[in-house]
């Protein structure tokens, strides 16, 4: 079973819709994060979260916000959706705890599009 | 700002040769830096990462070597693999400072295909 699972794998929506994205750890970890793949500029940073009481913004946090349900649960809102979030949402998780050594773990992805 | 650049969007390397995939970074902040190699269809995973006391970090295949002066590291790959081709990702944290220990910033990914 992966570790880092996220719903829905595929969504086509329309200007203006409401969308939720989800995002699950099996991993026991408290750090969780939203980032959007767009070619040609990587992985950036949405939001991220330290525990379920700590939520900041990332590099791009505009048109996003966040639910840090439960330690295992993170989801990204988008309110009302437009074009250029088409991307591709990565969820991640990390635990600090080995000696502040910071390597992320990536759930499979969402694919969205914004008619 | 790009702060993390990988200059090159695509490596063709033959099977059995090595690739070097390569990338730069601006925030001399930076003490901590890590390679993820992506699928398509799959989220990306982490392959090997390098501290900054550190000018060489090697796994198998797989070495990171770090030039601190130059803000420059790079990932060998030796042999290289048909299974290795996938898009590569460098990425820098600053480790040891609070707040922002956990972010990484990435590279915009270089797609590797090796051939046969």
């Known amino acids: 079973d992966a570790d880092v699972t996220q719903t829905p794998r595929n969504r086509i929506t329309k200007t203006g819709k409401r969308i939720m994205l989800e995002c699950s750890q099996t991993?026991?970890?408290?750090?969780m994060y939203w980032y959007r793949q767009d070619p040609g500029l990587g992985l950036r940073l949405i939001y991220y979260?330290?525990?379920?009481?700590?939520?900041n913004k990332g590099e791009i946090s505009d048109g996003y916000s966040v639910s840090r349900q439960a330690q295992a649960k993170f989801s990204l809102s988008l309110e009302s959706a437009i074009p250029n979030q088409t991307a591709l949402y990565f969820c991640?998780?990390?635990?600090?705890?080995?000696?502040?050594?910071?390597?992320?773990?990536f759930g499979p992805g969402t694919r969205l599009t914004v008619l | 700002d790009q702060q993390v650049k990988q200059n090159s969007p695509s490596l063709s390397v033959q099977e059995g040769r090595i690739s070097i995939l390569n990338c730069d970074y601006t925030?001399?902040?930076?003490?901590?830096f890590l390679w993820y190699k992506k699928y398509p269809a799959e989220g990306p995973t982490f392959l090997i990462s390098?501290?900054?006391?550190?000018d060489k970090n090697e796994d198998g295949r797989f070495t990171v070597f770090l030039n601190k002066s130059a803000k420059h590291l790079s990932l060998h790959i030796v042999p290289s693999q048909p299974g290795d081709s996938a898009v590569y990702f460098c990425?820098?944290?600053?480790?040891?400072?609070?707040?922002?220990?956990?972010?990484?910033?990435f590279g915009t990914g270089t797609r590797l295909q090796v051939t046969l």
């Open positions: 991640a998780t990390s635990d600090l705890s080995r000696g502040g050594y910071n390597e992320q773990f």
């Open positions: 991993k026991g970890h408290d750090r």
């Open positions: 979260s330290f525990d379920v009481k700590d939520i």
């Open positions: 925030n001399s902040m930076f003490d901590y």
């Open positions: 390098i501290s900054s006391i550190k």
């Open positions: 990425a820098a944290s600053a480790r040891l400072y609070t707040g922002t220990a956990s972010k990484l910033t």
